[in-house]
Structures are given as structure tokens and as C-alpha cells.
């Protein structure tokens, strides 16, 4: 039998891995953090089978962690640097050519924008999952979710008219 940890915390790896590397847009340092999240997650896995949003619980506690180690590390500011994500996919996923594209066009987006985006089109999380995990309004998610759509958008007619 399965722990709570095997069955419910460890599935979610991937997703959150992309997540924390979006902030962090290091391999390793992405690595170190969700390791110490899960650490703390194991150690507290009686406690969290009863939480009423683990996933929330999950990406916050990875939130404070990147933002404990740029405050350790006086680099705060660079969550807000713009660089290329890397999009790790599995075997198992079939991607389609679009899909990469849109992931290198992303490195143009504002970083929140560049969150909304991941939780809502990758993730597809809800947009009241996204404002609690991002601690923004609804509202915000919305205009974020917009302006990220149609800044892919256009980026994708200039390339389209281009060739």
C-alpha cells in the first residue's frame, strides 16, 4: 500500500517542478527546493491528508521556499528577470509542434504573466486556484491570462507573416 505522500504529494512532481523552475530558471536550484518542500511535506503527511487544498498548501509552501533562498541569498529581484523556459516533457506526452514554440515565446511575457499562463494552460488549474495560489485577485488573473494570450498571439501572427 501506497503512502499518503506516494499516492497524493509525489504525482504532483512534475507539475511542480515546472512551476518552481519558471521563478528560479535554474535546473538545480529548482531541484533543491522542491526536494526541501517534499521533505517538509513527508515529515508532515499525516497532517496535510486532511487539508482541504494540497496543492495550494504544496505550491506555497515551494513559493516561500524560492523567495526564503533569493532573501538568503540578496537575489529578490531575480524572480523578476525574464529567461527562456526550458520545457522538460515526459515520454509519454505527445506534443505538437505549436507547443514548444509557445513555451520559447513565453520568455517575452512579464514573469506573472508567465504564471498565470503555466497554472492556467499547462496546469489547468481554475482562475480562483490561480488567484489563492498567487495571492491576486481574480481580476488580475484574468488580465494577466489576456495580455499573456495576446502577446503569444501576435507573436505567433509576426513569425506566420515572416516566413
Do not use: C
Request: no cysteine.
Amino acid at each position: 500500500m501506497n503512502s499518503f505522500f506516494e499516492g497524493h504529494i509525489w504525482p504532483m512532481k512534475s507539475a511542480l517542478y515546472r512551476l518552481v523552475f519558471l521563478w528560479v530558471k535554474d535546473k538545480s536550484l529548482a531541484e533543491d527546493l522542491l526536494q526541501n518542500v517534499f521533505e517538509r511535506s513527508f515529515l508532515r503527511q499525516n497532517e496535510l491528508a486532511n487539508h482541504p487544498n494540497l496543492k495550494g498548501w504544496l505550491v506555497k509552501s515551494l513559493k516561500n521556499e524560492a523567495l526564503m533562498h533569493f532573501r538568503k541569498s540578496a537575489k529578490l529581484d531575480a524572480l523578476e528577470d525574464e529567461a527562456e523556459l526550458i520545457f522538460q516533457e515526459s515520454e509519454e506526452e505527445e506534443i505538437d509542434q505549436r507547443v514548444p514554440k509557445i513555451f520559447s515565446l513565453m520568455k517575452n511575457l512579464t514573469t506573472k504573466q508567465q504564471e498565470v499562463f503555466q497554472l492556467r494552460e499547462v496546469e489547468g488549474l481554475s482562475y480562483d486556484e490561480i488567484a489563492e495560489y498567487l495571492e491576486i485577485s481574480i481580476e488580475q488573473v484574468k488580465v494577466n491570462l489576456h495580455r499573456a494570450r495576446k502577446s503569444i498571439r501576435e507573436q505567433l501572427t509576426k513569425q506566420a507573416s515572416i516566413k
